[in-house]
């Protein structure tokens, strides 16, 4: 199995595991880009957002939710904060297993970079 987060998912690579349940895994990210940086999985491999289909609907929504929650928990959602899917080489997606980036913790610009 190639997919590092495939790996991440199956323990066979360590990581610092946020939250786990049937169908997500929530991890810190390895190169943090603002002081809170998590890595929402879904453990099923869909390579980009562009793969997703109909009966993934749920588990986006789940997503989401999932984030909002967090961004709560670590007392972020009333300041302010980012969920970002990057989609291919544009967007400079690197791993190709989506996941959606809840950022937080510092003013961000816009437009991104
Ligand atoms: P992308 O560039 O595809 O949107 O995001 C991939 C993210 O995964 C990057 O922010 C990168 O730092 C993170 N990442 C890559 N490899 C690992 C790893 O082995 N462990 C963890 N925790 N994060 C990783
Ligand atoms: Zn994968």
């Given at each position: ?14 990581a610092k595991i946020i939250h786990k349940d049937?169908?997500l895994i929530v991890i810190e990210d ?6 809170l940086h998590l890595l929402l999985i ?24 999932l984030a909002?929650d967090l961004?709560?928990k670590y ?27 809840l ?11």
């Amino acid at each position: 199995m190639s997919c590092i987060f495939c790996r991440i998912i199956a323990g066979e690579i360590p990581a610092k595991i946020i939250h786990k349940d049937d169908e997500l895994i929530v991890i810190e990210d390895i190169n943090p880009v603002a002081p809170l940086h998590l890595l929402l999985i879904p453990k099923k491999h869909i390579a980009t957002v562009l793969d997703l289909s109909e009966s993934d609907d749920k588990l986006v929504g789940r997503i989401y939710r999932l984030a909002a929650d967090l961004a709560r928990k670590y007392g972020v959602a009333e300041n302010g904060f980012r969920i970002v899917a990057n989609t291919n080489a544009d967007a400079g997606q690197t791993v190709f297993h989506i996941h959606f980036h809840l950022l937080a913790g510092r003013a961000m610009g816009w437009p991104p970079g």
